[in-house]
T-cell receptor
Framework: NAGVMQNPRHLVRRRGQEARLRCSPMKGHSHVYWYRQLPEEGLKFMVYLQKENIIDESGMPKERFSAEFPKEGPSILRIQQVVRGDSAAYFC??????????????FGEGSWLTVV | DAKTTQPNSMESNEEEPVHLPCNHSTISGTDYIHWYRQLPSQGPEYVIHGLTSNVNNRMASLAIAEDRKSSTLILHRATLRDAAVYYCILRDYGGSQGNLIFGKGTKLSVKP
């Protein structure tokens, strides 16, 4: 059973360009989470999605950032008009469902965005 | 959200046991205690979780205090590959919140 797959692993963008980060959850998982880790800082929750629904986006910046998890295909985190402050590691995680004592969230290896 | 308190850093010698403490005095009855670790340049890795009883798996053991206000992650024989930041996180299964909220964790150094 493959783990959470993220791509690209490393992405370089110039200021003003768009960055798209993709995440394929583990097989059988219908919940996806995105986290951001700035250099030398901790992991910050961004958004929690189920298929075709955003459940909690309380950690998403109000502008330029969006996320989706379509019925078919991977979850996408999209950052428009990137700025240097967006340079960070972006981690995706997935879980089968909430409200279950056996539930666990599993993380991918991350996508490292560098804005030049 | 219920908070956890962990030491900023700890040191251990290779092949010795390591006890990583976590205080969570405001834990609620529906909070599970989760431990994750993050090695340099990698994503967080699930270690173990429990509710009331002590738990063991191939990676570690989790000892939970009787009043649940604290817990200890036990690595039975530390290796150099165990050097990482360890996070103790409370996750509420009784409510609608699904995400994990990470604190600063404990940075574990392992000396050969």
């Amino acid at each position: 059973n493959a783990g959470v797959m993220q791509n690209p692993r490393h992405l370089v963008r110039r200021r003003g360009q768009e960055a798209r980060l993709r995440c394929s959850p583990m097989k059988g998982h219908s919940h996806v989470y995105w986290y951001r880790q700035l250099p030398e800082e901790g992991l910050k929750f961004m958004v929690y999605l189920q298929k075709e629904n955003i459940i909690d986006e309380s950690g998403m910046p109000k502008e330029r950032f969006s996320a989706e998890f379509p019925k078919e295909g991977p979850s996408i985190l999209r950052i428009q008009q990137v700025v240097r402050g967006d340079s960070a590691a972006y981690f995706c995680a997935s879980s089968p469902r909430t409200r279950s004592s056996g539930n666990t969230i599993y993380f991918g290896e991350g996508s490292w965005l560098t804005v030049v | 959200d219920a908070k956890t308190t962990q030491p900023n850093s700890m040191e251990s010698n290779e092949e010795e046991p390591v006890h990583l403490p976590c205080n969570h005095s405001t834990i609620s009855g529906t909070d599970y205690i989760h431990w994750y670790r993050q090695l340099p340049s990698q994503g967080p890795e699930y270690v173990i979780h429990g509710l009331t009883s002590n738990v063991n798996n191939r990676m570690a053991s989790l000892a939970i205090a009787e009043d649940r206000k604290s817990s200890t992650l036990i690595l039975h024989r530390a290796t150099l590959r165990d050097a990482a930041v360890y996070y103790c996180i409370l996750r509420d299964y009784g409510g609608s919140q699904g995400n994990l909220i990470f604190g600063k964790g404990t940075k574990l150094s392992v000396k050969p």
